[in-house]
Structure formats: structure tokens, C-alpha cells
């Protein structure tokens, strides 16, 4: 009997200390001849076996616990049954600081430090999958570590427009490089025993009224533009949790809408994970029930009266809605408990802040950096040959991965522009720093900066946006694409002062027509993350060769971009409706189409070496899936090592419906030592030549004859070749 007793309180005390699993614990109770140990807690049994036998055990009550939340970012937990409470967290560049559990405020935890990656887009602007994977792969460790289940991200909604607050979270304007992208994320971080959670499904482009604003798109443009990144989410990279977003789609708001979530989402795409709904983003109880949502999360903190709360449980109760619904949202909760090993012994413990994430981060930044002029080769730089280096501007100083709102996060610590170009010039050079500008700034801060760029051998400018509400922020849209707080005339006189002036930017696309051909160097540097500061003096300084190239285009002013065409009604909107009048034109679609010439093409992106593009031959696959396989050769013609960015196009010579001018549709990044040659494969299915046909109300790859387009840019078209499709 003592023996007995000494067993239980053994395991409820390692249970507590997290030390071991439940079904541990329930094997080491067994011994005392207690229940065999049941299904679900066999780890060794298929997630479908289990699910249904724990569905089995659960009340009615127990069940409706599990789609809503308990606090901020948990569900409860079920402990007669071992289920532990499940903490979600932000978010796309790291694991965010835990806040609440009953505010918005900070928790007040002074164990809640992450490791800060750069921000989506400038994971995008790698075009690298693999390194996607690692950065996911490291966020799912931390989050491990900090004890979550599901990680809101990544964001994949596309940039219909440069003034979206969040584009910067997001993975630029290409539907197809966003997919890659978000696919290689999600299955680095869903190695590790965390479910992602792409979001936010659908057509969440803007800020303004973000909430409630209706979306209106057609079919096309839905089908072609804004669902293939969610769709390869689940696909390519299996993610088992989909985040509804806040506004409305066809008059139905995102996270209770039929068309989106149960026909398109769950029917079509197979998805068999779950849905929840961004925070506050269920409207009706009635609604979120038939519509497709799992899990109701929120901003309230009477839980109890969540639409997925009392208000389900009494409908279910009175018949009012059926349980055979309650039971799918239930199960699909339970999916992602057992993918995510919730219950099992063994689960991925994970790691914080290692060399390796360190190395991820500052990686991420270097490759994403995007080298946009460089007249007569003013880069790289090299530190024996200055006296004296000038660095300009509050964002050399600022520290940029707290900010943004929700996907900001509490870094461990983070390395600004001027600490970076301090640790990498060492002490033979005289680094000064002038701030420059300031939000509320003095008058002699211009004429202090420009005193400064004068005394200097070069200058060294980091300015751009920031994460304040207006800028790169959640919850706002930019009033316009121009730089704050007089930059451009800042710029302008400091380039006067001193012609040796390189600008780097931070955050997203701004309109640069004040300065740009005076200037004759400029990198574009995101939000890059904790190490920041290190990559970008490595960029700067030659240790590495830029190779980050453009996901979303950069035009000249904002009335060039689609969505400025057509008018309020198709941006911001109107009587609370956005159209999205602008259809498939979105981004590189639209420049190319209308013949507008932008400032930077989307893919575009400079190196300290040059590449020469030769050789294309287009070779039909054995493979079933892919019928061409696009093959060319890349050398290195320059004197350094670097990386190369194909980008394969497709334009359709005789369409039967309208088609963008060219279609991106694969690319390749090589590594190539200055003189090196390699061959480059891309393989393409059928469904590379393939449009949405809404009459037929499916895709269609019709016979014809298509150009293949091979480049360095969506507008430096290097090769290109004919390639006739036949029909099936
Ligand atoms: C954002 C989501 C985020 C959630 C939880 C919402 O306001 O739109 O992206 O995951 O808050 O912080």
C-alpha cells in the first residue's frame, strides 16, 4: 500500500515538474495493476486511433474546452485525462514574450528572452528554402524551450500594396516564392514537436480597418494571387494549425466564412488540421460552429462567454447545432496535440539563444540584404584605407526587434549598425556617428550630420522607416511611401557634403527619386534581426557577398502601384469595401503588364561579382510530375565568390484569358567560386503553365506555345527559349 502511494505521488510530482510524460507516468501507476494503459496515450498507435479514443473519454464540457481560449494565448488543460494546458505565442520572427495572461501588458517574466530573426521579408529576399527551414527549425527548438505548442507564424499574406503596416511580417508580393519560402519554415519548425500556424487566411492586405473591412477580389485574382502561399502551407509544408483572418471576404469575415475555410480550405486542399481564429476574430457563435473554426481565441477575458464557450455549449444542448460538428473541431484539436507529441514521452525539450541560432539569425540577415546600387564598385569596403568613418542616422542606433506589435520580440540582445561596423573596423579607424534626424528632432541634428559627412573619409547612412504605428506596424497602414522626418533632404545635403556615401535603408520600400541618382551606393536592409549589426558590417565590408534579391518590387511612387490606380474603392476602400480592382495585377504582374517602369524590379539584387547565364536547354522530364525540365549554366565571371539567384519565368503566348506578362515559377540560389561553372536544373510541372479558369472553376494548362524566361530579374532576362505544351 505505501509502495502504491509512494508511486502516485511520485508521478503527480514529476507530471508537475514536467519531468515526464503522462503516459510515463500512467505505465509507472499500471505497475500497480491500475487501468491498462489506454489508446490514446500509446504513442505507438496511429493519430487517428487516438484522437477517436480520446474523443471517446471526453464530456461534453471537456470537449467544448478544447476550441477556446482560457486566457491570452492558452487553452485549459483536461487533468483527469493528462492533457496538459497549451500555450500558443508569437510569432513569425521568434518566440514573442509571454504577456498576460488576462492583458495585453507583459507578463513581467524575466525568463521570456528569444533569439530575434530578421523579419519575414527578409527571409523572403534569400530565396532560400533551406535556410527558411533552418530559421523555423531554430524558432520551433526556442519554442520548445520556452514551453509552447503552436507559434503564430508565418505570415503569408501577399503586398498588394506598399502602405500595408505589415508587409513586413509577410513574404512579399510573389505567391509562388512566398509558398517556397513559408513551406521551408514550417517544416524546420514542425520538426521539433511545435506546430506552426500560417496566418492570416485570407486577404488580410491592409490595416485600415482591419477588423471589419470586406474584401472583394475575383475569383482569378483569389484563386492565382492570395490563396497559392496557404495552399503550399499545407501541401508543401504540412502545417497543421490555419489563423482566420480579421476582415471579411465577400461579406463574410474571414475566420466564419464557409466559402474560405470549409469549401476551399478544408474540402479542396485537404486540410485536416485546425482553424483558429486571430484574436477577437469570431463574430457569431452560429457562424464560427458551420463555417470551418476550431478554436476561438480572443481579447476579452470572461472566457466563459467566448462564442465557442456557454454560448456553443447551449445551442449543442438544446439541438440547436449538431455534435457531429463539435466532435470535428475537436478531433482536429487533438491532431495537432498528438503531431505535436503533447502527451508523449520523449518530446523535443529544445534549446534557447545556442551559437547555432545565433548563426541562423545573423545568416538570414546577411543572404536577405539586398545590395541595390553600386557605382563604381564604392562596395565593398575596406577598412585599411580610411581614417575616419562617418555613420548617419537614428536607425544605426535604434533597436528595431522589440517593435512592430505583435511579432516583435524580447531579444536576448541585439547588435545595431554602428555596434556591428564598430566590432568590424576595430581600433584603426576613427568611427564618428551623428544621429542625423529624430521623430521630434532639433534643428542643428541635419547640420550636425552634414559637419560630420565632411570630416569623414565616407559616409555611412542607416536611416528608412521604423516600427512606430504608421510605419512598419500592425494595426495601421503608412499615410504615403515617403521617408519620415525630412531624410530625403537630410540625404541629399549629406551626399553633397561627401559624394562617398552609401545609404542603407531599414524597413520596407520607400519612394527614393530625392537622392537616388546622386548616391552611388545602397543596401537595403529590412529589419534585420539580433545580429543586425554584424551582418551588415560583413555586407559592407566584404566578408560577405550580397545575394538577397527583391520579393516585392519597388516602385517609383505610390501612384504607380496597382492598387493607387483605381482609386479609395481600391485602396483604402470605401463604405468599409476594399475591390481589389487591379484583379491578377499585383506587384511585378502589374509593372510588366502596364509597361510601368518601377525603381527596382521584383528578384532584383546586385553582388560584388558578376554571373553569366548561358546555355538553356529545355529537356522533356521522365518523372511523371514534371513534364520540362529547364536547364542553363551559371558562371561566376567576376573575382570574388558569391551566390546567384535564377529566377524562371513563364509567359503564355496565346492565352484564352487574360495573363500577366510573366509568371515566376521556379528558381534556383547557386554558390559559385569566381571562375566557376555549374548547371542549373528546374524542374516544371504541368501545373507551372497552368491559370484559374472560374467558368470551369478549375486550373487549366492549355496547349500552346509558352516562352520559358530565364534571369536574374523579372526584368534582366538573360535566356529564354520556346516550349510547346501538348495537350494531356
Ligand atoms: C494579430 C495576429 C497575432 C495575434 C496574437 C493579432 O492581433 O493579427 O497576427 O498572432 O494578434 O498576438
Not at 469549401?263 to 463574430?283: P, R, T, Y
Not at 550630420?449 to 504605428?469: E, P
Not at 521617408?483 to 537630410?490: A, I, K
Request: charged residues 25%; aromatic residues 8%.
Amino acid at each position: 500500500m505505501l509502495f502504491v502511494f509512494i508511486l502516485m505521488a511520485m508521478r503527480v510530482h514529476l507530471l508537475r515538474a514536467g519531468v515526464i510524460s503522462f503516459a510515463l507516468a500512467w505505465s509507472t501507476a499500471s505497475i500497480t495493476g491500475a487501468e491498462k494503459q489506454p489508446i490514446y496515450l500509446d504513442a505507438s498507435q496511429p493519430i487517428e486511433t487516438r484522437v477517436n479514443d480520446l474523443l471517446s473519454r471526453l464530456t461534453l464540457e471537456e470537449k467544448i474546452s478544447l476550441i477556446h481560449a482560457d486566457s491570452k494565448f492558452t487553452t485549459a488543460a483536461i487533468p483527469r485525462l493528462g492533457l496538459p494546458r497549451r500555450w500558443l505565442d508569437d510569432g513569425p520572427h521568434g518566440v514573442r514574450e509571454d504577456i498576460g495572461p488576462d492583458t495585453w501588458a507583459s507578463a513581467g517574466r524575466t525568463d521570456d528572452f528569444a533569439t530575434a530573426m530578421p523579419v519575414g521579408i527578409c527571409l523572403a529576399a534569400t530565396w532560400d528554402p533551406e535556410l527558411g527551414y533552418r530559421e523555423g527549425e531554430a524558432i520551433g527548438q526556442e519554442a520548445r524551450a520556452r514551453h509552447k505548442d503552436i507559434m503564430l507564424g508565418p505570415g503569408v499574406n501577399i503586398l498588394r500594396t506598399p502602405l500595408c503596416g505589415r508587409n513586413f511580417e509577410y513574404l512579399g508580393e510573389d505567391p509562388f516564392l512566398s509558398g517556397v519560402m513559408c513551406s521551408g519554415y514550417i517544416r524546420g519548425e514542425q520538426s521539433q514537436d511545435i506546430s506552426s500556424c500560417v496566418k492570416h487566411f485570407a486577404l488580410n492586405n491592409e490595416e485600415h480597418d482591419r477588423m471589419n473591412i470586406n474584401v472583394e477580389a475575383d475569383e482569378r485574382a483569389l484563386r492565382e494571387i492570395f490563396l497559392p502561399a496557404f495552399k503550399a502551407a499545407v501541401k508543401q509544408g504540412g502545417v497543421w494549425c490555419v489563423m482566420g483572418a480579421y476582415n471579411q471576404f465577400r461579406g463574410q469575415h474571414c475566420c466564419e466564412n464557409d466559402y474560405l475555410l470549409n469549401q476551399i480550405l478544408k474540402d479542396e486542399c485537404g486540410f485536416n488540421g485546425l482553424v483558429m481564429s486571430d484574436w477577437a476574430g469570431a463574430h457569431d457563435t452560429r457562424e464560427c460552429a458551420l463555417n470551418g473554426l476550431d478554436l476561438e481565441m480572443g481579447t476579452e477575458t470572461n472566457y466563459n462567454d467566448f462564442y465557442f464557450a456557454q454560448p456553443y455549449l447551449e445551442l449543442l444542448k438544446k439541438g440547436e447545432l449538431p455534435m457531429a460538428g463539435l466532435d470535428d473541431k475537436v478531433r482536429r484539436n487533438l491532431r495537432v496535440m498528438f503531431a505535436t507529441h503533447v502527451v508523449d514521452a520523449g518530446r523535443k525539450t529544445g534549446s534557447l539563444n545556442t551559437a547555432a541560432h545565433q548563426a541562423v539569425s545573423r545568416q538570414v540577415a546577411e543572404k536577405g540584404m539586398v545590395l541595390l546600387k553600386n557605382e563604381g564598385n564604392l562596395l565593398p569596403l575596406d577598412a585599411a584605407k580610411f581614417k575616419t568613418i562617418a555613420v548617419i542616422g537614428e536607425n544605426a542606433t535604434r533597436l528595431n526587434t522589440h517593435g512592430g506589435d505583435s511579432s516583435g520580440i524580447k531579444a536576448f540582445y541585439e547588435i545595431n549598425p554602428l555596434n556591428g561596423i564598430l566590432n568590424r573596423v576595430g581600433k584603426n579607424v576613427n568611427v564618428i556617428y551623428s544621429e542625423g534626424y529624430r521623430k521630434d528632432g532639433s534643428a542643428d541634428l541635419a547640420e550636425r550630420a552634414v559637419a560630420a559627412a565632411k570630416s569623414a573619409d565616407v559616409v555611412i547612412y542607416v536611416g528608412g522607416l521604423n516600427h512606430d504605428k504608421g510605419f512598419d506596424c500592425e494595426g495601421a497602414d503608412r499615410k504615403d511611401m515617403k521617408l519620415p522626418y525630412g531624410q530625403d533632404e537630410l540625404i541629399q545635403k549629406i551626399v553633397v557634403a561627401n559624394p562617398k556615401t552609401i545609404v542603407v535603408l531599414e524597413g520596407t520600400m520607400v519612394e527614393m527619386d530625392a537622392w537616388l541618382d546622386q548616391v552611388p551606393a545602397l543596401l537595403q536592409a529590412w529589419y534585420p534581426g539580433m545580429e543586425g549589426g554584424n551582418a551588415l558590417a560583413r555586407v559592407l565590408f566584404g566578408d560577405v557577398n550580397p545575394s538577397g534579391k527583391l520579393p516585392a518590387t519597388f516602385p517609383k511612387k505610390l501612384s504607380d502601384t496597382p492598387a493607387a490606380t483605381f482609386g479609395a474603392s481600391a485602396y483604402p476602400g470605401t463604405k468599409g469595401t476594399v475591390t481589389y480592382a487591379e484583379g491578377l495585377l499585383v506587384g511585378y504582374r502589374w509593372y510588366d503588364t502596364k509597361n510601368i517602369e518601377p525603381q527596382f524590379p521584383f528578384g532584383f539584387g546586385l553582388s560584388y561579382t558578376t554571373f553569366k547565364y548561358s546555355n538553356l536547354k529545355l529537356i522533356p522530364a521522365e518523372g511523371t510530375n514534371e513534364i520540362v525540365t529547364a536547364q542553363f549554366e551559371i558562371e561566376n565571371t567576376g573575382q570574388r565568390a558569391g551566390a546567384e539567384v535564377a529566377e524562371l519565368y513563364v509567359h503564355e503566348n496565346h492565352p484564352q484569358l487574360m495573363r500577366p506578362e510573366k509568371e515566376l515559377r521556379g528558381f534556383k540560389k547557386v554558390i559559385l567560386q569566381p571562375g566557376e561553372k555549374q548547371t542549373v536544373s528546374i524542374p516544371l510541372k504541368r501545373s507551372a503553365f497552368a491559370y484559374y479558369n472560374p467558368a470551369q472553376k478549375s486550373w487549366v494548362a492549355q496547349p500552346d506555345v509558352f516562352e520559358i524566361l530565364v534571369g536574374s530579374s523579372s526584368r534582366d532576362i538573360r535566356l529564354h527559349d520556346d516550349f510547346n505544351l501538348a495537350r494531356k
